[in-house]
């Protein structure tokens, strides 16, 4: 029986990616917050339920891996849980400030 190695330097990437995830999320957050509003509202309430149902998924995740004997897997797959969580805020946010209500996407640099 062969078991995964976990690398500390790829959780560590991840890490860093994730503080970077965030970052962005946060500055879109606090755009949507400074116009105010019933949509600023909805995004505080959103915000606060997202993070107690995130915290109590990652509590399930690690219960689940120390259970199953899988206790190494514990940090990998809390982070990737907050990053799947922070891509779905920054696209999702991303597309609140669109006006077609789709991500904007980076125009191509036309040849002159």
Not at 51 to 56: E, F, Q, T
Not at 60 to 65: M, N, V
């Amino acid at each position: 029986m062969s078991q995964k190695h976990y690398s500390w330097l790829r959780l560590s990437f991840d890490v860093w990616r994730a503080s970077f995830e965030a970052q962005q999320v946060i500055a879109l957050r606090l755009a949507m917050l400074a116009g105010g509003g019933i949509a600023a509202t909805a995004e505080m309430n959103r915000m606060v339920s997202e993070k107690m149902a995130a915290a109590l998924e990652a509590q399930r995740i690690a219960a689940t891996a120390a259970l199953t004997g899988n206790a190494a897997q514990i940090p990998s797959r809390t982070v990737a849980l907050y990053r799947r969580k922070m891509r779905a805020n920054r696209s999702r946010l991303t597309a609140a400030k669109s006006p077609s209500g789709r991500p904007r996407r980076a125009k191509k640099a036309r040849p002159t």
